[in-house]
């Protein structure tokens, strides 16, 4: 077993928690090249809602390459999975809120 299989093997509703750490470490280590490449389109974007748009983003770029992860199939699932779908919307809001366009 290696190294990143016994990390992801912790889980949480099925999910594996090191990816969830990952992505949104990864986020927030991004978020002030990402907040300045917007500036330069005179797009204010507040660095702490990257980490807001982690799992949005993710979805988003999953579905588009054609990667179809439990949490993206759940997502896309019409039955079930509810309590997903509002924490993936609720990420979205706190994500597009205070999103300011530069007025000059």
Same mark, same amino acid.
Request: cysteine-free; overall charge positive; aromatic content about 16%.
């Given at each position: =077993? $290696? $190294? ?9 509703? &099925? ?9 949104? +470490?990864? =986020?927030?280590?991004?978020?002030? !090249?990402?907040? &300045?490449?917007?500036? /330069?389109?005179? %797009?204010? %974007?507040? /660095?702490? *809602?990257? #980490?807001? @748009?982690? !799992? ?9 390459? &054609?990667?179809? $992860?439990? +949490? #993206?199939? *759940?997502? @896309? *699932?019409? /039955?079930?999975?509810? %309590?997903?779908?509002?924490? #993936? !919307?609720?990420? @979205?809001? +706190?994500?597009?809120? *205070?999103?300011?366009?530069?007025? /000059?």
């Amino acid at each position: =077993m $290696t $190294t990143i299989e016994f990390l992801r093997q912790f889980r949480l509703g &099925g999910y594996a928690i090191f990816d969830f750490a990952v992505s949104f +470490l990864g =986020m927030a280590l991004l978020s002030p !090249l990402l907040s &300045g490449i917007f500036l /330069k389109f005179k %797009i204010k %974007i507040p /660095k702490i *809602n990257w #980490v807001f @748009l982690t !799992l949005p983003i993710s979805i988003i770029f999953h579905i588009a390459f &054609g990667k179809m $992860t439990p +949490l #993206v199939q *759940n997502f @896309l *699932n019409f /039955k079930d999975h509810f %309590i997903l779908k509002i924490i #993936v !919307l609720i990420f @979205l809001f +706190l994500g597009l809120r *205070n999103i300011e366009k530069i007025k /000059k």
